[in-house]
């Protein structure tokens, strides 16, 4: 009788990838068009009001350092997830210092998740190899 084996590092790779990639898509259709606005000069950044054009500029550096991170870690996990883990602070961390308020933590802690999921990826690729 065969048995069936669990690959506990296959399925967090599986879900670190899929939620990834769904955050990936929902950050491209969110922001894409506002930074193609900002690139062809028809927009201020990401549509911020005078004084702060700072928001923009965080979801901007936001973005590019998640995606970064994504491409980073389909092929090692443990840096793609730093780097997603760092972005979730750049989003989140601004906003709680200087606004005082928690609204950033809506794109932040999905962020980190993602980040956490590909570092727990790492630790059990690094224990199946051992």
Known sequence: MMEARYDSAGAIRTIARGTGTLLAVFFLLA???????????TSSPMGA????????????????????????GWWRSLLGGIVIILSALIVSVPFIVIQGHFNSLIFGLPIFIVG???????????????
Request: glycine share 8%.
């Open 31 to 41: 922001f894409l068009p506002k930074i193609i606005s900002l690139l062809s000069g």
């Open 116 to 130: 956490i999921l590909y570092v727990v990826l790492h630790v059990m690729e690094s224990r199946e190899e051992t």
């Open 49 to 72: 009001e005078a004084g702060r054009e700072w928001e923009g500029q965080i979801m901007m550096a936001m973005l590019l350092m998640y995606m970064t991170g994504y491409a980073i």
